[in-house]
């Protein structure tokens, strides 16, 4: 477990520098941001100041050197739109997505756990065929789309919830259960499917056949013995969550990191965009390492090596 | 005595070949006919659309479809904000829907496909390469990976599809990786090594032919999320330039009229909606064909 741990961790900073070098070299390489930032009228002495402050009259080596380190101490330069250290403008947006994040994830993962725990259990009955149709329609359903749909009814025809914004908590009903649909046949069916594998477990057999009450059986033999399963999933869907989210936050006009960075992008505004795409890469690692985590708790036979 | 040296050959007659009797399961049947009418009316489109899907019409804006109060018969799913036929632009759009989402699966599938099984049979130098790189990709959302590379390299179907395959081939890579890691000591495979066979062929002729099950199920999966990320990328005006139509882009238009008229908004995500959803319970057939479990 330990050099495992070890393993991963020196890994996952290794990961991030390729996934910056990327970042790096599609963005400065390819095209020249100083220019698309200013318009083609911006006078050569205006470029040449700003392609100065930005250091992007070094060689290109040099500049990426710079880039890397000023990464590691959070340092992406100036938003150029904003004025301000791009790591601040994404840190600002950061906890609307995560708020968003987490209480989408949560409902998903409620919805997930109960609706994939009856169709296994009761498995072939009409119940199952049910959820499991429902849950292909909405992973067949674009998210965004749903997002307009529950606008027009609730927002627009009821007038009921609020189309945009984050004031208080009737703002988040709309974006998390867009969110959540987006998520939870993705759960739905991964919970049915690990149950299934679990049911038919002997030590299911053994722990029904001591007489163990049902409700005992599924929550400390079946339950517990799908769970990591269902926590890896959840870890590397981590990047999926967030890319739901670039998409809800645009519909619901929501103030999270999704919407800086489509933002950013047709701006041009490229430190905010890098900074925006390093926080995201950091926080999947981080989530595909405390998954791992969480999983060498909850079944104490995974040891890693 | 009679009856006994009859059955004796019977006995000993080579076992005739497994023929598949398994009854067809609805959601192959249902997912695939759903799909094949899709395809033909995307292909048929120039036929079958009562109008120019660009031609704009200022007087027959947001109407809605004619099955519906004020919708008029000559435009059977309504207008758009700027008086176009709905219908001629769902079934023109489904081209692009299918054209992207087609290419992107065999681009990442056979890419995919390819390095999990090198990296699977080689090991060592070229399995870390390989799989490291997918953890890179892992660590990247499509959604952001996309926005970055279509936004500096300019939209079109082809950078769409080249965004797309690259969001995609690391699921194709992990389980056809896993597989050839597991077949890889089998006897098959050291006997034609013994036997002086090439590494192409191995891969083509010994591995690839036990996984097609699991390749061809991923696609179907992978397929249906490709169009969706397609319709959410032109959504976000990142996917096709404007004057062609697609269902993601008709949608982000539609955003403005949503206090005017529901429908043009209702109508794109419902051809979405119909079209994944044909792909994903064709998916889920073939899954359950291949795995017995499910």
């Known amino acids: 477990m330990q050099r495992y741990l070890i393993r991963r961790l020196l890994l996952a900073p290794l990961s991030l520098l390729f996934v910056s070098a990327i970042v790096f070299v599609i963005l400065n390489v390819t095209g020249d941001p100083v220019v698309v930032y200013l318009g083609t009228e911006a006078t050569p002495e205006r470029v040449a100041e700003l392609r100065a402050q930005m250091g992007l009259d070094q060689p290109v080596a040099v500049q990426f050197v710079r880039f890397a380190a ?3 101490r959070g340092d992406f330069g100036r938003s150029l739109r904003f004025d301000r250290p791009a790591i601040q403008v994404v840190m600002l947006a950061l906890g609307p997505t995560l708020k968003l994040a987490a209480v989408g994830l949560a409902v998903a993962l409620a919805a997930g756990l109960l609706l994939g725990v009856v169709a296994a259990l009761r498995r072939g009955s009409w119940l199952d065929q049910v959820i499991g149709g429902v849950s292909v329609l909405g992973l067949s359903m674009p998210s965004f789309w749903l997002g307009i749909m529950l606008i027009i009814f609730f ?31 993705q759960f739905t069916l991964l919970v049915r499917a690990s149950l299934l594998q679990v049911l038919h477990e002997l030590y299911v057999t053994t722990a029904r056949a001591k007489g163990l009450g049902e409700r005992r059986v599924l929550s400390r033999h079946v339950l517990r013995n ?14 999926t969550v967030m890319g739901g989210a670039v998409v809800t936050e645009t519909v619901f ?21 890098e900074a925006a795409v390093i926080v995201l890469a950091v926080a999947v690692v981080l989530a595909n390492l405390a998954a791992d985590l969480a999983n060498g708790l909850v079944d104490p036979r995974i040891r890693y090596d | 005595m009679v009856a006994d040296a009859e059955r004796v050959p019977v006995a000993l007659a080579p076992a005739r070949p497994r023929v598949h009797r398994r009854r067809l399961d609805p959601s192959l049947i249902l997912g695939g006919s759903l799909l094949a009418a899709v395809v033909l009316l995307g292909l048929g489109a120039p036929l079958v659309t009562p109008h120019d899907p660009a031609v704009q019409v200022l007087a027959d804006r947001l109407l809605p479809p004619s099955f519906v109060a004020g919708g008029k018969p000559a435009y059977p799913l309504g207008t758009d904000g700027f008086g176009r036929d709905a219908l001629s632009r769902v079934l023109y759009g489904a081209r692009i829907s299918m054209a992207v989402g087609a290419g992107a699966v065999i681009l990442s599938g056979v890419a995919g496909t390819a390095l999990g099984l090198l990296a699977g049979f080689k090991g060592g130098w070229a399995e870390t390469v390989i799989m490291r790189l997918s953890d890179v990709q892992q660590a990247l959302p499509a959604v952001l990976l996309a926005i970055i590379v279509v936004a500096v390299f300019g939209s079109n179907v082809v950078n769409l ?15 056809v990786f896993a597989r050839t890691a597991t077949l890889r000591h089998r006897e098959f495979v050291e006997a034609a090594l013994a036997i002086g066979a090439t590494t192409g062929r191995i891969l083509s002729r010994h591995l690839l032919p036990n996984m097609w099950g699991e390749v061809m199920v991923i696609s179907a999966l992978q397929a249906g999320r490709m169009m969706l990320l397609e319709a959410g990328l032109s959504f976000l005006g990142l996917g096709v330039p404007p004057p062609t139509p697609s269902w993601g882009a ?17 109508i794109p995500g419902l051809a979405i909606v119909v079209t994944v959803w044909s792909v994903n ?3 889920e057939g073939l899954r359950r064909r291949y795995d017995p479990r499910g």
């Not at chain 1, 006009?253 to 965009?273: C, E, H, K, N, Q």
Request: proline fraction near 9%; charge should be positive.
């Open chain 1, 155 to 185: 927002s627009v025809r009821l007038r009921w919830l609020p189309t945009s914004g984050m004031e208080g908590p009737w703002h988040y009903v709309l974006p998390a259960i867009t969110l959540a649909t987006f998520l939870a046949p």
């Open chain 1, 70 to 72: 000023g990464m590691v």
């Open chain 2, 250 to 266: 008709m949608l982000a238009d539609a955003r403005t009229y949503v206090y005017l008229s529901p429908w043009p908004a209702a």
């Open chain 2, 161 to 175: 599809v080249l965004v797309l395959a690259l969001s995609s081939w690391v699921i194709y890579a992990r389980v």
């Open chain 2, 281 to 283: 319970l064709f998916g």
């Open chain 1, 226 to 239: 799908a769970l990591p399963t269902i926590i890896a999933f959840v870890g590397l869907q981590l990047g």
């Open chain 1, 253 to 273: 006009a929501w103030p999270g990191i999704g919407r800086l960075t489509v933002d950013a992008v047709s701006m041009r505004d490229v430190p905010v965009v």
